[in-house]
């Protein structure tokens, strides 16, 4: 059974920054493409940032590029996401998901492994 759980929300000032992390038992973490989303409330789950499994390159959404680095240690069985100049539209439950073909997806529905989430949030 594949279990992800991440760490590393909290509150936050806008223009600071915050790193989160997820953790990946079970599973072949070194072959799953990893992916962040967020979701505010009333608000659709949407894609943040994503990596492959050789973390070769990374995919941001527009929102977030610029600010926003992933990064994935296959040692730790972890992929982390430091965001920095962080803005009240930042605010969100953020989740960290796995996918077990390993290219590109952004949606939701492309990502077999979810974790519970951890919360953002961002005060003007």
């Known amino acids: 059974q594949v279990q992800l759980v991440e760490s590393g929300g909290g509150l936050v000032q806008a223009g600071g920054a915050l790193t989160l992390a997820c953790t990946v038992s079970?599973?072949?973490?070194?072959?799953?493409?990893m992916g962040w989303f967020r979701q505010a409330p009333g608000m659709e789950r949407t894609f943040v940032a994503g990596?492959?499994?050789?973390?070769?390159?990374?995919y941001y959404s527009d929102s977030v590029k610029g600010r926003f680095t992933i990064s994935r240690d296959s040692a730790k069985k972890a992929v982390y996401l430091q965001m920095h100049s962080l803005k009240p539209e930042d605010t969100a439950l953020y989740y960290c998901?796995?996918?077990?073909?390993?290219?590109?997806?952004?949606?939701?529905?492309?990502?077999?492994?979810w974790g519970q989430g951890t919360q953002v949030t961002v005060s003007s």
């Open positions: 079970g599973g072949a973490f070194g072959s799953y493409f």
């Open positions: 998901a796995g996918r077990e073909t390993n290219w590109y997806g952004d949606r939701p529905r492309d990502f077999e492994f």
């Open positions: 990596i492959p499994s050789t973390g070769s390159r990374t």
